[in-house]
């Protein structure tokens, strides 16, 4: 799940106008001196009547903290965008800054959960 979100997030017009769809990572960031964000898998999907899901954390970093925290409201909007499953977000965003690295790193926790295709006996 979180390859489709990374997947569909590179082809995000208004977050790829910010940052550049090469830095849109999943769990290994590279050495980067520019914005970019990651995506982590939190815990492997869970079932329950029907429906999985996944809970995911997505992180922002930036060296000004103004446009981390305004790349940050997009992702949350181009996630609940996202068709292959619904978004729910926890109410917290957690803001850090990184003295060793002086990025700015905002964390979005998110859980997806998807519709499990229903099979009938016939």
Known sequence: MERKLRDFLRTHTALTNKVPDTNIFGP???KVT??????HLISKPRGLYGARNSRIQISVFNKVYGEAKDIAD?????VMEFTEGFARFNDNQIDIYEKDTEFHHIVIDVILYEQEKVIYNE
Do not use: K, L
Request: glycine share 0%.
């Open 34 to 39: 520019d914005n970019y964000i990651t995506i």
């Open 74 to 78: 997009i992702v949350e909007e181009a």
């Open 28 to 30: 290994v960031a590279r």
